[in-house]
């Protein structure tokens, strides 16, 4: 997993603990959390599950590894997406 470095954006990773209310992206069995506004640019690979947590959110992915396709969805406070189809990669991340 990558997420860029610089200060234009306020979204950072962070410690998921105990708590549900940030944005959840699980990748390779991991839980990977998120937490305030912004846009942010990752290199999350394999992901299994997204959910907003108390968020609104619109990631961006790559379905598959043979379409270059980036594709976007849009998710509620509590929305969550889980599949038995894994998105190849996701590329970025808003919260609002």
């Keep these: 997993m ?3 470095s610089g200060s ?3 979204i950072e ?3 998921c603990g105990e708590r549900s209310d940030f944005l959840e992206v699980w990748s390779h069995g991991k839980k990977l959390c ?3 506004t912004g846009t942010v640019p990752v290199e999350i690979y394999d992901v299994t599950s997204i959910q907003s947590g108390d968020n ?3 990631y961006w992915f ?3 590894e043979d379409d270059q396709r980036i594709m976007h969805r849009d998710m509620e406070k509590w929305d969550g997406w889980a599949g038995d189809r894994r998105h190849h990669k ?3 991340l ?3």
């Design 13 to 15: 990773e962070t410690r």
């Design 90 to 92: 996701v590329t970025k």
């Design 8 to 10: 234009a954006h306020a």
């Design 34 to 36: 998120f937490a305030n």
């Design 94 to 96: 808003t919260i609002w």
């Design 62 to 64: 790559q379905f598959r």
């Design 56 to 58: 609104n959110i619109r």
């Design 2 to 4: 990558g997420v860029s």
